[in-house]
Nanobody
Framework: VQLQASGGGLVRTGGSLSLSCAAS????????TGWFRQAPGKGREFVAA????????YYVRSVKGRFTISRDNAKNTVYLQMNNLKPDDTAVYSC?????????????????WGQGTQVTVSS
């Protein structure tokens, strides 16, 4: 599976962005999909995930209530709607998939990392 993240950009504090993670194969629908971010000088952080069916979601505490993950399996795409953005959200955002049974799984279990998209939030 090849994944491509897009939709990043520069916004001010309080602004919104919508990220997309497009997959190259229909088998994408059988995978849990996660969004991750890496800020300069920091490790990769697990931000959100959605189960293959779309029935289960996970969010890291710092984004709960501000970010919403969703998927459209007909379009082989997972979305991350980000509202009320803060400077601490500045990072490169990437998506990856996980085929295990447990949800959301652990960061190291995700694979087929796509090229990330830069999100910059100015104060």
């Amino acid at each position: 599976v090849q994944l491509q993240a897009s939709g990043g950009g520069l916004v001010r504090t309080g602004g919104s962005l919508s990220l997309s993670c497009a997959a190259s194969e229909r088998t994408f629908t059988t995978y849990h999909t996660g969004w991750f971010r890496q800020a300069p000088g920091k490790g990769r952080e697990f931000v959100a995930a959605i189960s293959g069916s779309g029935g289960g979601t996970y969010y890291v505490r710092s984004v709960k209530g501000r970010f919403t993950i969703s998927r459209d399996n007909a379009k082989n795409t997972v979305y991350l709607q980000m509202n009320n953005l803060k400077p601490d959200d500045t990072a490169v955002y990437s998506c990856a998939v996980y085929s295990g049974r447990d949800f959301p799984g652990f960061l190291y279990e995700y694979k087929y990392w796509g090229q990330g998209t830069q999100v910059t939030v100015s104060s």
